[in-house]
């Protein structure tokens, strides 16, 4: 099943500006609904599509056309609805005839919809909305945006996806952020031709909880641009100090993005004496205790992707 993508369109000068992004969106073109089950539609080329079979007690028929923002209607393109606040689930996914009409089967309720071919669909889109009622057909065109001509791919460390990964772009050797925005729950991001980056040399990141990795090179004129994630790491530590052992504590999680910069990410509270704490990125961490009798101890570590350490955090104060 193929699912949305977040296409950016940046308008800079890559040497000095910084980058502006925005989302290829679609756009609704009409919307008609409450047609009777099996209605014709009053268009030509909707015999193309298969004959409707009665739907599953409880749902209704969606349906409609596509037609290209610009030039002819890409190829691959599918219609895609998803219930608003679903982000969770995957969207309901259907591909259109060779006239651009398409026909979903769904659950009655209300849905945001939207059309693009694989590689441009956009989760942030601004959004068209369709009602479905049980045994009627809801119709609603949509216009659908060419796809763009570079893709940026996050995998996870087992080549799955990576839905919604944290991607950033900047110049190389350059720790001042550029860009950064969200992979679309196929793990992908398009990058539109009028950001002018063709050529470019860039430093692409990604991160997905503790999972990160990273592509430098020049951005090619077309194609697929792959991250694959690391394994994240993993601390075992116990807290050792004068004294009984700690009823609780605060586990404070800091990044070092620069140098002397820390950065708290995460905390979390532990019972005990000790903790395991997974999903840990490979980069430079500060893991800060507070007990909950005023004791405090620290450590730092860079782990290895998919390393295990084991960790003694001596305790004073208190």
């Known amino acids: 099943m193929r699912v949305r993508t977040p296409t950016i369109v940046i308008a800079a000068v890559f040497g000095g500006a910084a980058l502006l992004a925005a989302f290829v969106v679609t ?3 009409n919307a008609r609904r409450d047609l009777p089950p099996g209605a014709e539609l009053p268009r030509k080329g909707i015999a193309l599509l298969a004959p409707e079979a009665a739907a599953p007690e409880g749902d209704g028929w969606l349906t409609g056309r596509v037609t290209a923002a610009r030039g002819a209607l890409p190829a691959g393109t599918a219609v895609y609805a998803q219930r608003p606040g679903g982000a969770k689930e995957p969207p309901a996914r259907t591909a259109t005839n060779p006239n651009g009409h398409y026909r979903l089967v769904l659950p009655e309720g209300d849905y945001r919809v939207w059309a693009a071919p694989a590689g441009a669909a956009d989760a942030r889109a601004r959004p068209a909305f369709a009602r479905v009622t049980a045994g009627q057909t809801a119709t609603l065109d949509l216009s659908a945006e060419p796809a763009p001509p570079v893709s940026i791919e996050v995998l996870e460390p087992d080549g799955a996806p990576s839905r919604g990964a944290v991607v950033t772009l900047a110049r190389p050797g350059d720790a001042k952020l550029a860009l950064a925005t969200a992979a679309g729950e196929d793990g992908r991001l398009g990058v539109a031709a009028e950001m002018g980056l063709a050529g470019a040399a860039v430093e692409v990141h990604a ?10 090179g020049a951005m090619p004129e077309s194609g697929v641009v792959t991250v694959r994630l690391a394994h994240a790491g993993t601390v075992e530590a116990t807290l050792a100090g004068k004294g009984k052992a700690p009823a609780g504590f605060v586990l404070t999680v800091s990044s070092q993005p620069a140098p002397q910069a ?3 990410v995460a905390e979390h509270r532990f019972s005990g004496a000790g903790f395991t704490l997974a999903d840990l990125p490979s980069e430079p961490l500060r893991l800060s205790v507070k007990t909950d009798d005023g004791r405090r101890g620290s450590a730092e570590v860079t782990l290895t992707p998919g390393e295990t350490r084991k960790l003694e955090i001596a305790l004073s104060g208190g």
């Open 27 to 29: 756009r609704v073109v």
């Open 207 to 216: 991160r997905n909880g503790g999972r990160t990795g990273s592509w430098t």
């Open 262 to 264: 820390w950065r708290t």
